[in-house]
């Protein structure tokens, strides 16, 4: 595709309901991120995959949260048993990853913007 | 653990003045530095990327220069215009793969 899709938009839930954010990247990137930013600051990392496995997960706040990205594309962000303190923009970025070297650039999408009420 | 700063928090300029953005972090050894841009409910917009081994980066009225040794960079922006207005952000590549964000710094260019 042209850029980082993200589906959905936006997303309200109720406190302690499962949720799953979804991540489209740019057409072969080999690496994603996941972020997520709270009001008023700037994105937090959580987890980052380079092709199907997840490289760096030392992001993620809790085992509430897990990411998947089975066939290196498409990549799916679950939060178990929601909380109103996980209410944020999950942000999701693509690059070409390792062969992109020191010239790695990440490309964000437009976000989903989670409510927990 | 590395941190990055952008101060002022925000900025209200008149449409014309040439600007200068800071943004300091406190660990010199980075593998890069992206200057981002986001406008307000949307996603982030990739401005410029600096290599370590650059001093800087020019996109059309954009320029932005990294001062590694002392953990400095800023984003220069000639003759603002009223579309400029969003906040911006940078953000520093370390050792591993994820950028770490400063809060951003909010700009109003008022016609």
């Known amino acids: 595709g042209a850029g980082v899709s993200q589906t959905p938009s936006n997303k309200v839930t109720e406190k302690g309901k499962y949720v799953e954010l979804r991540c489209d990247p740019i057409?072969?990137?080999?690496?994603l991120y996941w972020y997520r930013q709270s009001l008023g600051q700037g994105p937090e990392f959580l987890i980052y995959?380079?092709?199907?496995?997840?490289?760096?997960d030392s992001g993620l706040p809790n085992d509430r949260f897990f990411a998947v990205r089975p066939e290196g594309s498409v990549s799916t962000l679950k939060i178990q048993r929601t909380e109103r303190g996980d209410s944020a923009v999950y942000l999701c970025?693509?690059?070409?990853?390792?062969?992109?070297?020191?010239?790695?650039?990440?490309?964000f999408g437009p976000g989903t913007r989670l409510t927990v009420l | 653990k590395q941190e990055v700063t952008q101060i002022p928090a925000a900025l209200s300029v008149p449409e014309g003045e040439n600007l200068v953005l800071n943004c300091s972090f406190t660990?010199?050894?980075?593998?890069?530095l992206q200057w981002f841009r986001q406008d307000p409910g949307k996603g982030l917009t990739s401005l410029l990327l600096?290599?370590?081994?650059?001093r800087e980066q020019t996109s059309g009225r954009l320029n932005a220069s990294l001062d590694k040794s002392s953990g400095r960079s800023t984003l220069y922006i000639a003759a603002s215009q009223p579309g400029d207005s969003a906040t911006y952000l940078c953000?520093?590549?370390?050792?591993?793969?994820?950028?770490?964000f400063g809060k951003g710094m909010k700009l109003t260019v008022n016609p």
């Open positions: 995959f380079q092709g199907t496995g997840a490289a760096d």
């Open positions: 057409s072969g990137h080999t690496a």
């Open positions: 953000a520093v590549r370390g050792g591993s793969e994820k950028l770490v």
């Open positions: 600096i290599q370590s081994s650059q």
């Open positions: 970025a693509s690059s070409w990853g390792l062969a992109g070297g020191h010239l790695d650039e990440q490309f």
């Open positions: 660990d010199s050894a980075i593998y890069n």
